[in-house]
């Protein structure tokens, strides 16, 4: 899965350079030359004085600049010998001054995810209205420098460190590595899948807004400990999203004992507040370019309503074990009659669990009206054409007990463009021991499985396919359908 990283380069700082830069200063070095270079970086080292406090004062900027290097550097290159070049004792001295800072600060344990976070917490996100957060290495607002790492604990993230640096006087024995690294920080799990999709999405939109540039590897971190892989379904449209498998960096052959070796990156980008500070419009436009890459990733036509949208697909996505529903063919029987009264529709009946990841696409390419459980399997519901609808089941007990997570399929289906047509929520189930709102009550409803009402269902069903049944007919008559066909935004 990984491969070795074709593109690191050793640092003109590892050892070797290092001791010859030692030994050659026997032979170049005479008294009148070292006051020459002290006269020389006296001076300099007060433009650089100037320079610093004119950087420091400048309002930080989200956008990185090419403007450059510190001054400092640009004459000091104009003035350099074969002699001096390896003894730039400013260099040297940044090199040293780069300091190593845990990558969770525990003081921020009780704010973990609140402004500044406890990653990376010395460091603010740039932020503009309505677009994603993020942190970019080199930028402006780094004084151009790079990101730094070391450490690869996957135990607690307060031994892994960051750090920036200048890229003439990167840390001792760092190693650079090439191209563009997405650092990613996830609260929760990249193996479940809403959380995980959460945790990508504001790389898709920084992406679509840098000229869709491509990740040369991703860093994936939870807490500050470093994580090695993502759910198949994940990567999968990681994939499809980036075109290309994602390389997902393990540090391997860097040296990890006695504190370790730093790895510096030539271009980074962090994300750590998931889609928070996102518009719905932009998150719509990040779901879209999903839902086409992933398409066109599957091989299903972007536009394959060959019945000039007028037919309507109903879906009811199965779940088997907790949250299925305990009488499934009464369900399929109160859903088919619906759609057989509505001229077009179709009913499919999946399971989500024997679904591979281009499955899924398809059938949801299919869906107008997706029938389902609250459970990852709705995660899909962005893979559907917009202003599709979702039609979700919970067991009993939730809506007291469940909390707000609970609601993260409305929230998906707003943020994707659908329409979220609702939750039927079962007035029975397994008994509690305790009174019904007791917390402790929740570990037995959780995994509660789902009946059904027939009157309700029927009249439900109904309304849905008769709203989505009028705007397909409007929508073909309007024309307007003719679009997405031309390929993705990316
Ligand atoms: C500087 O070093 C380079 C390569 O090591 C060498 O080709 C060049 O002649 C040197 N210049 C001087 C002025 O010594
Ligand atoms: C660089 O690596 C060498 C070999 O592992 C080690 O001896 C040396 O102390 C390291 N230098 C620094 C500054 O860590
Ligand atoms: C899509 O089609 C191409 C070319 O026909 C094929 O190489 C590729 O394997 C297909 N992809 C999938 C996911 O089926
Ligand atoms: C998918 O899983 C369901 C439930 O476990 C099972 O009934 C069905 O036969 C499976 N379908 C396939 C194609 O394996
Ligand atoms: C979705 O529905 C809204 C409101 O009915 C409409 O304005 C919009 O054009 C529709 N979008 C698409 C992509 O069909
Ligand atoms: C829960 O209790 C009710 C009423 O006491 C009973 O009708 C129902 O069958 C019980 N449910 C289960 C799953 O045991
Ligand atoms: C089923 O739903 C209907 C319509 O909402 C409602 O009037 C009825 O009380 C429900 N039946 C049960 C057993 O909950
Ligand atoms: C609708 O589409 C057809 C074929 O794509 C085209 O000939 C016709 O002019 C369009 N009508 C309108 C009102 O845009």
Avoid at 257 to 284: L, Q, T
Avoid at 399 to 415: C, D, E, M, N, R
Avoid at 440 to 458: D, H
Wanted: aromatic letters at 12%.
């Amino acid at each position: 899965m990984t491969k070795p990283h074709p593109q690191i380069d050793r640092a003109a700082s590892s050892e070797k350079p290092l001791n010859r830069n030692v030994s050659s200063s026997f032979s170049c070095y005479s008294p009148k030359l070292s006051l020459l270079i002290l006269a020389i970086f006296v001076t300099l080292f007060v433009v650089f004085q100037i320079r610093f406090l004119h950087i420091s004062q400048s309002p930080s900027s989200c956008y990185p600049s090419p403007a450059s290097w510190p001054f400092i550097y640009q004459q000091w290159q104009k003035l350099k010998n074969n002699c001096t070049q390896d003894l730039d004792p400013i260099t040297e001295k940044l090199r040293i001054s780069v300091t190593f800072l845990p990558l969770k600060d525990l003081r921020y344990s009780d704010k973990a995810l609140v402004g500044h976070t406890w990653f990376i917490s010395s460091l603010y996100d740039c932020h503009q209205e309505g677009e994603v957060q993020y942190q970019q290495f080199p930028s402006k607002s780094s004084q151009n420098r790079l990101l730094c790492i070391k450490g690869r604990d996957n135990h607690d993230g307060s031994w892994n460190y960051y750090a920036l640096a200048w890229p003439k006087a990167l840390p001792y024995n760092a190693t650079l590595m090439k191209g563009l690294t997405f650092v990613s920080y996830n609260h929760y799990s990249y193996e479940n899948i809403w959380h995980g999709l959460s945790a990508m999405v504001p790389f898709v939109a920084w992406h679509q807004k840098n000229n869709c540039e491509l990740p040369t590897r991703w860093i994936l971190y939870h807490w500050g400990e470093l994580r090695l892989g993502m759910g198949p379904w994940l990567q999968t449209l990681m994939h499809a999203t980036f075109d290309g498998e994602p390389v997902i960096e393990r540090f391997d052959g860097i040296k990890d004992e006695d504190g370790g070796d730093p790895v510096c990156f030539e271009k980074a980008v962090v994300m750590r507040h998931n889609e928070g500070g996102m518009s719905r419009e932009r998150r719509m436009e990040v779901y879209d370019l999903m839902r086409c890459k992933a398409r066109m990733y599957c091989n299903v036509s972007l536009d394959n309503k060959d019945d000039n949208h007028k037919a309507v697909g109903m879906t009811l996505l199965m779940r088997t074990g907790p949250r299925s529903f305990t009488n499934e063919p009464a369900i399929i029987g109160i859903f088919e009659k619906e759609c057989a009264k509505i001229d077009g529709c179709r009913m499919t009946v999946a399971y989500s669990n024997n679904l591979t990841f281009c499955e899924q696409v398809k059938l949801m390419s299919m869906t107008d009206i997706l029938v389902s459980p609250h459970g990852a399997q709705l995660t899909n519901i962005f893979l559907m054409d917009r202003n599709s609808s979702v039609m979700e089941f919970f067991p009993k007990g939730w809506l007291k007990l469940a909390g707000v997570g609970q609601y993260v399929f409305h929230w998906i289906a707003s943020w994707s463009g659908m329409r979220h047509q609702g939750a039927w929520r079962d007035p029975n189930g397994e008994n509690c021991t305790y009174s019904e709102d007791d917390r402790r009550c929740m570990s037995i409803y959780k995994n509660g499985r789902i009946g059904y009402n027939e009157t309700y269902f029927s009249e439900w069903a109904r309304n849905v396919l008769n709203e989505v049944k009028t705007m397909k007919l409007e929508k073909s008559q309007s024309n307007g359908s003719a679009s997405s066909s031309n390929g993705c935004m990316c």
